[in-house]
């Protein structure tokens, strides 16, 4: 049985324009102890699906799915209360951005012992031991000197290693960490992905990994899933999705890496942008971008098709070669 | 294939719907408007002069009371003078003040506060420093101050309240200013070789505006109140004057008995005050992106 | 710490000098000569006012007068009262206690009121508790408190006959003065019917003085929780599982709380100068009504010399604010 599964996932916002939908029937699964790779670019929904998730969207937003359980437990028809025993407990996540997400009027060594107390009744004399293994644990040297500093005494990196002490504290089953490394230099960048993969290793939880970054997805992920417009629209192992790419978003993604452009005279982007909330096609949501085309594309909505292994959602996936098959049945 | 662009609004259009989507605001430019309309047909929408005196109606209350008369709609004072003509009358009084303390306040302000951006050195330390000074003191006491040197009356008193709200649009000008100076049009500009008043003016200010317009409305709000209250002490306007704070202070004896002498200037500052508060609000949360939800 | 202490004391000094400046200014931009002023209305000799001239110091040069003024200001002379012959430090150190009690109280009616409001109606954003909060927000600021307590006297002193209509305590009372605080004297006093006699004098001062600031103390902690819930470290309090009540109060408050107290501790300028108006029409036997009263009295040395010790007052509280901020927000402190 699958860790986390969701299923039909909607999350929309009222805006002054409309109604937006950030996270537009998004499938997702991840299985005890593997690394799951979400990637996307900016606005593709990637970060919003697994706010939802933790139940952490705020005011104006609503979410409604077909299915959301963690370990089996429906978490859309759980009490706030309820929510609250399973969020910072079983399901943890770490941010994007470690400079602004801890709270600078306290401590970190504080904030820890915050997040140990609200799931754990440890007394008092061991809640100093546990923070500074947890601290010992995700690389800070010196522990125990730091646990009076504050966050905007140490660097972005240290930041990062503090929240995700944070949020292994009480052994969570689902680590999700939203591009946990974006907003920090690359040599930190490094460090911060080999903790996580590490942690995820030698405690048997499972890693959701939300990133745009596709070195990162080769490196460290089990899976992939891709994401598009607020949309999943491709699934599939890792190696046989750099080998096979079976969405055209996903052929354009590997394609557009500079890795891969060797010996080309230009690299390849994407032309277009990802639309917004005015300008919404009614049939694929690719379909104005992509190269593949056709006159269905325009008009109907694809839905997921199993190709072997991997899901995508078009109406003529790609085949082993990078040429679409034939039209998938009306 | 480019994906289609939405029209995006006019600049002007997307800050009136802004400003519009705020109901305190609408009300607030509402009222403004009916006040000016009021203030300006005075001559012809107030039933009597405001200080002529009918000696057989002392103290008549308002005509939905026993004792009221029809003439006088909302009562009279002490001294027979017509409540409803003296408040409208006291409506254009009011915005005049308002008005001419706020515009005086804001060029004075303004130019000391650019000229501290633009000077820097000892000008801009000796500037703050006398904001900083003035700003220590509560703003009612040293506006007392500078009537009791100056002398009670309406001039002096919205002299006092000028120098009193002085240091707001200083400061605001100047950190306004500071900070579009850090940027790399205004450096474009020297280099091309504009003068510096002609900078001042022509370039910068215009970005600083959007604070400026706020606390302009607010100060309109802040002068009719501060003038009000220096009346109420005596130190503003003199009777006859129809000045609302004035009518106030002559009516302090009379409260248990003709409780109209008291309630309708001081709900006509409030109502004004209140317009121009609103205004000002709904101004600054249109004008400012931050706010957007 | 100290550094930051010691940094901002130095700020103070010119702000300070400015204020005497001014304070010294002022009987000298008086109408009549500073000698007349202090005579009074019985007027004076020529040859007399030549000899007191000189006598004190007039016919010296005016920065070398300032000099001195300073000088005696740091001797701790602030003038003598043209009409009771007591020394302006006297008469103030006699009523400030009043303006403090009052002051006391209705800045604390405002934090108790004002800050849970101002919590409620941000966690319940767009609600219509929200907006009418906002609405009396911007009524109570809105309002000149002398209309206001006109008002106030009128319904709950005459139609309702609830609460007194002046002074501190019924004149069946006697209490010695012992803090000058008359809850803290009644109390020790022992005297029952002198407290409740005290409170309900106090009640509707308070809450008339205690409008502006509960209006601006609402708003302010309003407008500094919204900005400070969308923050990301809320998002991760929220994601440690802690329950709502602990995010606002623990997380949220402890920040937003900073604008907010900087608020308070600045609004004490505008609470002296409501008090002004107030102590008028309560006749609160405090400062503010002193102060007004020496203006009619043309009482010169006492408007000098009490509104600098008033401005000194409002420096001192700044720095006390600077202080707490610099306490509060770890981010500033070194």
Redesign the interface.
Known sequence: MALLEIRNLVVEFATSRGRFRAVDGVDMTVEQGEILCVVGESGSGKSVSMLAAMGLIPFPGRVTADALSFDGTDLLSLTPRQRRRLVGRDMAMVFQEPMSSLNPCYPIGWQIAEALRAHQAVPRREVRERVIELLRQVGIPAPASRLGAFPHQLSGGMNQRVMIAMAISCNPRLLIADEPTTALDVTIQKQILDLLVELQRERGMALALITHDMGVVAETAHRVQVMYAGQMVEEQATDDLFATPRHPYTAALLDALPERAMGRDRLPTIPGMVPGIEDRPSGCLFSPRCRFAFDRCAREKPRLVAIGEARARCLTPLTASGQPAAPVPV | ????V?ATPGRAGALWRSFA?N??AVIGLGLMIVLVVVAALADVVAPHSPIEQFRENFLTPPFWMAGGERAFLLGTDDVGRDMLSRLIYGARLSLLIGFSVASLALVVGTSLGLLAAFAGGVVDVIIM??M??L???????LA??I???L?PGLFNAMLAVVVVTLPGYTRLSRASALSELARDYVTASRSAGAGAVRLMFETVLPNCLAPLIVQVSLGF?AAI?DA??LG????GAQPPTPEW?TM?AGA?QY??RA?WV??F???S??IT??AF??LG?GLRDALDPKLK? | MLVFLLRRIGLIIPTFIGVTLLSFMLIHLVPGDPIEVRAGEHGIAPERLAELRHQFGLDQPLWKQFVDYEVQLLHGDLGTSVSTHETVWNEFTTLFPATLELGLCAISFAVIVGLPLGVIAATRRGSGFDYGLMGLSVTGASMPIFWWGLMVILVFSVALGWTPVSGRISDLYYIEPWSGFMLIDCWFADDAGACTSAVSHLILPTIVLGTIPLATIARMTRSAMLEVLNEDYIRTARAKGLSVRRVVIVHALRNALIPVVTVIGLSVSALLGGAILTETIFSWPGVGHWLVESIQRRDYPVLQGGTLLVATLVILVNLGVDLTYGFLNPRIRR
């Open positions: 294939m480019s994906a289609s939405s989507e109901r305190g420093r006398v900083d000074v700003l220590v003191f509560p703003s009612l006491l007392i101050v009537v009791a040197i002398g709000a109140l009000a209250a109420f002490l005596g130190l704070g106030l302090l409260y248990q409780w008291l309630t200037p001081g709900l500052i409030l005050v209140l508060n609103l609000d939800r």
